[in-house]
């Protein structure tokens, strides 16, 4: 397609005015294009613009072309890639339409100024030559400079990137170095990546350090049509040896052991087996603590590993998951594997049922499991739960909750006298009925104020719960998998259950009042609820510090104040008014502009649970970790001018009076670069040590990838 065709004797076609020649999937734009029929030359001069296969524009002011455009050479080249990736070049050769070889090579990724082009880009690599091979979808720089902001910063002999064209390519990574690491010393990694198919593929990463031995993992993703399988693992020689130490619980613990080869695996997948049912797992594993804390093995905070392999069904309105689930302690010195349980496997099933003819509709819910554990009880719960809700409402705006339920269930148990139970001991079979009829009413009422811009509702709730009172009798000497914590906050009020599960139920002739307002008036609301809980048996069979002790319970509450768009507040708290403090409480407070925002809270606990069952009571000792209060702080604040962002965090343990974790982000970003410092200190025990400060300082270069140096 041109503007003016023409012939002469020697065989050259000549196109002159906007010109347009296309050669299967390739494009080749000119202001005059020239082609000798007997040789082959393709000659094109003026706005040349050469359009690739994938999507790439080559821009030049001549460019010669033969073999059906797969050979030539070309001069002032100016090269459009994918994710904005420029190439400029004062000549260019292409051989077989695989391999591009540019001299005198200016590359980046970063856009030019627009009022004043003619400013070096943030960032460019300038070499003096270059290699754009199309087979191996990479490019490489010889003796090549880093600049930015036009001022060399860096220096190599050689340099590969992949090019912007394809998304995954075979080849090493950014490499990282850190000089200094409590555990490691100087250590350096180079990460290879394989690209095995459209579907999967392999990361691999040896690390070398100074103070231990070398590390190898490996990263394997895939991506199915039905699901997804991810698995990440490594191996290790850790050298490094550790001491005995004391932990919290005045036990000397022996750490001299965990070192040599070690290793971890943490292999997660999901998968559709069909149109309703999906499986999966996730299994994690690690030879120690220690080792994931000397390598930074992600996790090596926490207390335990969790691993689960699944299998889960949906129909119209039903649920049904089976899984099994196992558990490993990390912190060995508080959490001893023989004690951490191994359900094997547990069976959930939920179903909602459409409105019946009275207007109720019934659910139906069952959790029945075998709980295994090599060193404390052992059971098998079987458990039935029907519940059957009607809701009404009356001419005074009365609304009505009526709730029949029926809870039974079956356990199989010995060992009852190990923990968590430190029950009456040996083996039976058990069970109990419960049934519940509950009446609740919501009363609102509404007004408006504020010349009719602002409104109230006030709203008295009041609901009566009667059921057989259960009592100690019955719970004491039943296994207790599922209900080591009682919540008796605003927000389990009104539940027929304030257990985390059923192994123990609410049970006896209670009510409970509460009082909820409301008022939101010009971008402002104020939101809060009060209540308490009467029963007339006192069931002493909770967790201390529940709040009911009482026929009358601690009152609890809860407010959110939102005066406007830059400030939010809850909070909610349990008093205790015979002794004349707080059993529970906590606090979130969100405030800020756009570009500046502070996030902080509170939270107070009298009891950590896990400790309080570990503990035989039996054999009560002052001063356990049990019973010291969970009383942190938290505080963040991040803030974003332009291309700049800063962000800070902490979380103190007030009754320790020390800090738990304290950290923060400095960092900067454009179109094409990225540069984060980023501060972390932990003051989690693992192994009676704790890791010294890491200091992060990631550089991210659009198109070559991340380099970071830690310390």
């Not at 012939?7 to 000798?36: C, E, P």
């Not at 040349?48 to 296969?53: E, G, I, P, R, T």
């Not at 993992?217 to 490094?240: C, E, H, M, P, Q």
């Not at 009925?433 to 408006?448: C, D, E, G, Y």
């Amino acid at each position: 397609m041109a503007d003016h065709e023409s012939y002469d004797k020697t065989g050259l076609i000549i196109w002159k005015g906007n010109v347009r020649v296309w050669q299967g999937d390739q494009a080749l734009r000119a202001d005059k294009i020239t082609y000798d029929r007997a040789s082959g030359i393709m000659t094109a001069n003026g706005h040349v613009a050469f359009v690739q296969q994938d999507g790439s524009t080559t821009y030049a002011d001549h460019i010669e072309l033969t073999q059906g455009l797969k050979d030539g050479i070309g001069s002032a080249v100016y090269m459009r890639m994918q994710q904005n990736a420029k190439l400029a070049a004062t000549g260019l050769r292409r051989t077989s339409g695989v391999l591009n070889d540019f001299s005198n090579v200016v590359y980046t990724a970063c856009a030019l100024c627009e009022k004043n082009p003619d400013l070096p880009p943030f960032w460019q690599i300038q070499a003096y030559g270059a290699t754009q091979d199309k087979e191996h979808t990479n490019i490489e720089f010889n003796h090549a400079w880093l600049k930015m902001l036009g001022i060399p910063v860096f220096y190599f002999p050689y340099f590969a990137v992949t090019d912007p064209t394809v998304k995954r390519h075979n080849g090493f990574l950014i490499p990282n170095i850190s000089p200094h690491d409590r555990y490691l010393g100087t250590y350096f990694t180079i990460p290879y990546f394989w690209d095995i198919d459209d579907q999967q593929d392999i990361t691999f990463e040896p690390l070398v350090a100074t103070k231990t031995g070398p590390q190898l993992s490996a990263i394997y993703r895939n991506r199915l049509n039905f699901g997804r399988l991810k698995i990440k693992g490594g191996v290790a020689d850790d050298t490094r040896r550790n001491s005995p130490y004391t932990n919290p619980f005045g036990q000397r613990y022996d750490n001299t052991s965990k070192h040599g080869a070690q290793g971890y695996i943490f292999a997660n997948g999901d998968f559709a087996i069909n149109r309703h049912w999906y499986g999966g797992f996730d299994v994690n594993v690690a030879s120690s603590a220690n080792y994931m804390r000397d390598y930074r093995i992600p996790g090596y905070g926490n207390d335990t590993l969790g691993s689960n392999i699944y299998v889960e069904g949906y129909g119209v309105g039903s649920f049904l998951r089976l899984d099994a689930q196992g558990y490993q302690g990390l912190n060995r010195g508080i959490i001893n594997n023989s004690e951490l349980p191994f359900a094997l496997p547990r069976l959930t099933y939920e179903f909602q049922g459409e409105p019946d003819p009275l207007g109720g509709r019934l659910s139906v819910h069952s959790t029945d499991f075998f709980v295994y554990r090599s060193r404390g009880a052992v059971d098998q719960r079987g458990e039935l739960a029907l519940q059957w809700d009607r809701p009404f409402h009356n001419n005074l705006g009365q609304q009505w909750l009526l709730t029949g339920r029926v809870d039974t269930t079956l356990y199989h148990a010995k060992h009852l006298e190990e923990q968590p139970n430190y029950g009456h001991g040996g083996g039976h079979v058990r069970g109990f009925v419960l049934p519940t009829v509950a009446l609740k009413m919501n009363w609102p009422f509404l007004r408006t104020f504020a010349k009719g811009h602002g409104s109230q509702i006030f709203e008295p709730i009041i609901q009566l719960i009667a059921a057989p009172n259960m009592g100690n009798s019955i719970n004491r000497n039943l296994p207790n998998e599922d209900s080591l914590t009682y919540e008796f906050t605003d927000t389990t009020l009104f539940a027929l259950n304030r257990y985390m599960g059923t192994d123990r139920l609410d049970s006896g002739l209670r009510a409970n009042v509460g009082i909820h307002q409301n008022w939101s008036w010009n971008g402002h609301s104020v939101d809060m609820l009060v209540g308490e809980s009467f029963q007339e048996h006192i069931d002493r069979n909770r967790l201390p510090y529940s709040g009911l002790d009482h026929h009358v319970s601690d009152p609890i509450g809860r407010i959110t104040i939102t005066p406007n768009q830059y400030v939010d507040l809850t909070a909610r708290g349990r008093y205790n008014p015979w002794r004349g403090n707080f059993d529970y409480g906590e606090a979130l407070l969100s405030t800020g502009l756009p570009f500046l925002r502070f996030t902080g809270g509170y939270v107070y606990e009298p009891i950590t649970p896990y400790y309080l069952y570990r503990t035989n009571y039996r054999r009560f000792r002052p001063n356990l970790p049990s019973l010291r209060p969970t009383n942190e702080l938290t505080g963040r604040v991040t803030a974003k001018i332009g291309q700049y962002h800063v962000s800070a965090y902490t979380r103190r343990a007030m009754q320790q009076k020390k800090f738990v974790a304290n950290g923060g982000d400095v960092g900067y970003e454009n179109d094409c670069f990225g540069l984060d410092v980023i501060y972390i200190r932990q003051y989690t025990y693992v192994g009676g040590e704790k890791r010294n400060s890491t200091v992060l300082l990631n550089f991210f270069f659009k198109t070559i990838g991340t380099f970071g140096v830690n310390g």
